[in-house]
């Protein structure tokens, strides 16, 4: 049976097309119940996929690099309240740092092993959930700095490797970005 675009039938149509894995056609289902459908077979096969990419990654690896991400994260944080005068250390810019330092820990942890597009929708989503912001442009630009580095260097460093990808990023994030946004602020 081959399907590419139109109307789906019936609830087993769905399954049949959920099963060869049609994810990026678009179909149309005849009712509304056969949406709910359509999106929980969908909804399973995505958990399905993220299940088996976390069950295929090293637990070590990833607590490794979210280890890495927290540790250079905290770095980061000591630096700005030694540099920065207008980061005082009150207690709304101490809690705002130890979420930083948390949601940076969690996303090297669940970044691990992901593509560029992965990385980008965790960190986003981490993001948002943290400061209710997605941030997906910094993200997207981080996640291709990790990913080069990741497909350049790999584990060349040993254990080092995470602490000076995250090191990398980081530097990147705080230059680069940092940079671009106060370029857009002065020329408006």
């Known amino acids: 049976m081959k399907y ?3 109307v789906v039938g019936t609830v087993s149509e769905i399954k049949q097309l959920a099963s060869i894995g049609k994810e990026n056609t ?3 289902a005849a ?4 949406i709910g459908e359509y999106a929980l077979i969908y909804g399973q096969k995505a958990l399905g996929n ?3 990419h976390y069950s295929n990654q090293s637990i070590r690896v990833m607590g490794t690099n979210a280890l890495a991400s927290g540790m250079i994260t905290a770095g980061a944080e000591y630096y700005d309240y030694q540099t920065n005068p207008n980061k005082r250390p009150t207690p ?3 809690s705002k740092s130890y979420r930083d330092i948390l949601f940076s ?3 090297g942890g669940l970044g691990t092993g992901t593509s560029v597009l992965g990385g980008t929708i ?4 981490l993001d948002y959930v943290n400061e209710k912001e997605f941030k997906v442009d910094k993200n997207y630009q981080n996640s291709i700095v990790g990913g080069a580095w ?3 260097l790999g584990n060349k460093f040993g254990a080092l490797s995470p602490i000076l990808r995250e090191s990398i990023t980081k530097a990147y994030e705080k230059i680069i970005i940092t940079e671009d946004k106060s370029t857009e602020s002065a020329g408006k």
């Open 4 to 6: 590419e675009k139109g």
């Open 92 to 94: 709304e810019n101490i």
């Open 50 to 52: 993220v299940a088996k």
């Open 122 to 125: 965790i960190s986003s989503g």
């Open 105 to 107: 820990t969690v996303g």
């Open 31 to 34: 009712n509304s119940s056969q």
């Open 26 to 28: 678009y179909f149309y």
């Open 150 to 152: 990741d497909g350049q």
